[in-house]
């Protein structure tokens, strides 16, 4: 069904920017290891790549920062808001003028000293390397499928996010933020959409077991009902000896086609033009959030006697 990533981005890529002035995002995925240098030289690689094609704004995965082998390896690494990572990530932003989303940030939780708590958080900063918005992840990956060779508790050490927050507006969009399993909630999708995002992204890390099994399929179902386009960047490989995942970082358009993929072997970044007329026109043709009834009609009631 698809050609080969690089000759899939040297096409699509030569195809938009030679007919069109719309922007362009970029979206990477990595193999993130608990070096957090080694990390952030490979992440600062692809999104330099990406500014040298011509991206305006470049969607990083979750565990971005690193992806620890052990609880006490992922709580000892992680830093505050204000930390090392994060500023050099603005730097970055500020230096090559380009927004970044940084998909799932290991942020020392608001009563670190005492309970020894993070947060899985998505940062924006803009292309002046300020932070403009912070979602933390508000559903947690607490599954365990022994058939499948996947357990993990992700409540052990982070804490729930309290809410959602607005879309964000960027150079390609509004901007709507999830992290990886809110993937799977449907109703988070819809309140972003109503609260104006054009956009919706979900860096990942999935396992590479629910990856082949659901993450192209969930990716397309919230584009096609929400009709936004979608960005999901994406973790890739063997992280240590616990853990791989499933990589196949996707772009989605508001129809539901799959216009860029990063493939499930190696690091990689594809770019995607951001046209929004797309958007409009899928609205307009199709359009779904006008037929849709008021709340309480979805509540349902115990048929009449």
């Known amino acids: 069904m698809f050609i080969s990533t690089e000759t899939k981005q040297r096409t699509f890529v030569f195809h938009r920017m030679s007919s069109s002035r719309a922007p362009l995002a970029a979206v990477c995925q990595v193999t993130s290891t608990p070096?957090?240098?080694?990390?952030?030289?490979v992440c600062e690689q692809l999104v330099q790549e990406a500014k040298e094609r011509g991206a305006c704004m470049v969607f990083l995965p979750e565990g971005f920062d690193y992806i620890g082998s052990s609880r006490e390896e992922t709580l000892s690494?992680?830093?505050?808001l204000g930390g090392d990572t994060i500023s050099k990530y603005a730097q970055l932003a500020r230096k090559l003028e380009l927004w970044l989303s940084l998909g799932g940030?290991?942020?020392r939780g608001h009563d670190w000293e005492n309970d020894r708590r993070i947060y899985n958080s998505h940062v924006i900063i803009n292309n002046e390397g300020d932070i403009t918005s912070v979602y933390?992840?508000?559903?947690?990956f607490?599954?365990?499928l022994p058939e499948k060779g996947v357990s993990l508790?992700?409540?052990?050490?982070t804490i729930p996010g309290p809410a959602l927050v607005s879309p964000v507006q960027t150079p390609i969009g509004k901007v709507g933020l999830g992290i990886c399993y809110d993937l799977r909630f449907p109703e988070l999708?819809?309140?972003l959409q109503r609260h104006g995002a054009e956009i919706l992204t979900y860096p990942s890390a999935f396992?590479?077991?629910t990856g082949a099994a659901h993450w192209e399929v969930l990716l397309r179902a919230r584009a096609i009902e929400t009709q936004c386009f979608v960005f999901a960047a994406a973790q890739v490989g063997r992280h240590h000896e616990k853990r791989a995942s499933y990589g196949h970082a996707l772009a989605v358009d508001p129809w539901g086609e799959v216009v860029g993929d990063c493939g499930g072997e190696q690091p990689g970044v594809v770019l995607v033009e951001v046209d929004m007329d797309r958007v409009v026109r899928t609205r307009r043709n199709m359009p779904v959030q006008q037929h849709r009834r008021d709340e309480a009609f979805y509540c349902v009631k115990a048929n009449p006697k």
């Open 189 to 191: 999708s819809l309140a």
């Open 77 to 80: 690494l992680s830093e505050t």
């Open 153 to 157: 508790k992700e409540s052990a050490f």
């Open 136 to 140: 933390r992840k508000s559903h947690l």
């Open 142 to 144: 607490d599954v365990e």
């Open 105 to 107: 940030f290991h942020e």
């Open 207 to 209: 396992t590479v077991a």
């Open 35 to 41: 070096d957090k240098e080694a990390n952030f030289s």
